[in-house]
């Protein structure tokens, strides 16, 4: 979560449950670009996804009463959003997925102010390989893809992912594992890690390894005993290079730019739904 500004959630909440609309405001404002972002990789089409921001919030506005914070904020609109995106696909069974580009432009300037010193060769290559990431991303079935965007974009917990998606923690974990294992193969191309001889025999299952540990599940002795092996074999080396590689540039995924004409649908949807109800006042 940003630390940069204060972000007072819970007082937010209480004031927007009372019908304070600028602690609603406040509110959308901070989780509308990750409502987005969870829609766009997992409806795969920007107009659905737009769709699934709107209903989410304004879902998310009405329901905030019912809120009773036993999960954070952030699950219970993940929760929200996933039944919206599973009936955008109930509905779009048959339509192929289509390549989505959204203010790509607008991210790309973000990008160059964030980080001027990459020469414009680095950035096409960047570029090309957070598209191959998506690309990627798009192509696993729904229920590997949105485990694997809920804990590595969207940053959850695995028993917050479980949460979300009702299933088990072991089952949410396992599915990552193999999430991530695909991800990286359909990114080998921009790995240099293309020398993926025949698997020796000897060798431990290091990806598969890698990705558990990250989930708390492998013992330190363990760990000790792959650091070693990773240490004395390059093809292991590289194998938990690019997984790792590929780890982060999920968990790096910028939160997209909400285009203007959808924010200000949501908040004129949101504004009317206050209209009807007794204001207070946040201060
Ligand atoms: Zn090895």
């Given at each position: 979560?940003?630390r940069?500004?204060?972000?007072?959630?819970p007082?937010?909440?209480?004031?927007?449950?009372?019908?304070?609309?600028?602690?609603?405001?406040?509110?959308?404002?901070?989780?509308?670009?990750?409502?987005?972002?969870?829609?766009?990789?997992?409806?795969?089409?920007?107009?659905d996804?737009?769709d699934?921001?709107?209903?989410t919030?304004?879902?998310?506005?009405?329901?905030?009463?019912?809120?009773e914070?036993?999960?954070?904020?952030?699950?219970w609109?993940y929760?929200?959003a996933r039944?919206?995106?599973?009936?955008?696909?109930?509905r779009?069974?048959?339509?192929?997925?289509?390549?989505e580009?959204?203010?790509?432009?607008?991210?790309?300037?973000?990008?160059?102010?964030?980080?001027?010193?990459?020469?414009?060769?680095?950035?096409?290559?960047?570029?090309?390989?957070?598209?191959?990431?998506?690309?990627?991303i798009?192509?696993?079935?729904?229920?590997?893809?949105?485990?694997?965007?809920?804990?590595?974009?969207?940053?959850?917990?695995?028993?917050?992912?479980?949460?979300?998606?009702?299933?088990?923690?072991?089952?949410?974990?396992?599915?990552?594992?193999?999430?991530?294992?695909?991800?990286?193969?359909?990114?080998?191309?921009?790995?240099?890690?293309?020398?993926?001889?025949?698997?020796?025999?000897?060798?431990?299952?290091?990806?598969?390894?890698?990705?558990?540990?990250?989930?708390?599940?492998?013992?330190?002795?363990?760990c000790?005993?792959?650091?070693?092996?990773?240490?004395?074999?390059?093809?292991?080396?590289?194998?938990?290079?690019?997984?790792?590689?590929?780890?982060?540039?999920?968990?790096?995924?910028?939160?997209?730019?909400?285009?203007e004409?959808?924010?200000?649908?949501?908040?004129?949807?949101?504004r009317?739904?206050?209209?009807?109800?007794?204001?207070?006042?946040?201060?």
């Amino acid at each position: 979560m940003m630390r940069s500004e204060p972000f007072d959630e819970p007082r937010l909440l209480e004031a927007a449950r009372n019908g304070d609309e600028h602690a609603m405001g406040l509110l959308i404002e901070r989780y509308q670009p990750r409502v987005l972002r969870f829609g766009l990789r997992m409806c795969r089409n920007v107009e659905d996804a737009q769709d699934v921001v709107q209903d989410t919030l304004l879902a998310a506005a009405r329901g905030l009463k019912r809120f009773e914070g036993r999960a954070s904020i952030s699950t219970w609109l993940y929760t929200i959003a996933r039944s919206y995106c599973i009936k955008k696909r109930r509905r779009s069974k048959f339509a192929p997925p289509r390549e989505e580009s959204l203010n790509d432009d607008d991210n790309d300037d973000v990008r160059r102010l964030a980080a001027p010193e990459r020469s414009p060769e680095q950035a096409a290559m960047d570029r090309e390989m957070e598209a191959a990431l998506r690309v990627a991303i798009d192509g696993l079935e729904p229920m590997y893809r949105e485990v694997l965007v809920l804990r590595d974009m969207e940053g959850l917990t695995a028993p917050e992912v479980a949460q979300v998606v009702g299933a088990s923690v072991g089952a949410v974990k396992s599915r990552l594992h193999r999430a991530r294992a695909r991800i990286r193969e359909a990114l080998l191309p921009f790995l240099q890690a293309d020398v993926e001889d025949a698997s020796n025999s000897d060798c431990p299952d290091v990806i598969e390894l890698f990705s558990k540990n990250l989930e708390g599940e492998i013992s330190e002795s363990l760990c000790h005993q792959l650091q070693s092996h990773v240490d004395r074999c390059p093809r292991c080396k590289r194998k938990c290079d690019s997984i790792q590689r590929v780890v982060l540039m999920c968990r790096t995924q910028r939160e997209p730019i909400v285009p203007e004409q959808l924010r200000t649908a949501v908040s004129e949807a949101v504004r009317a739904l206050q209209s009807n109800k007794p204001t207070g006042s946040f201060r």
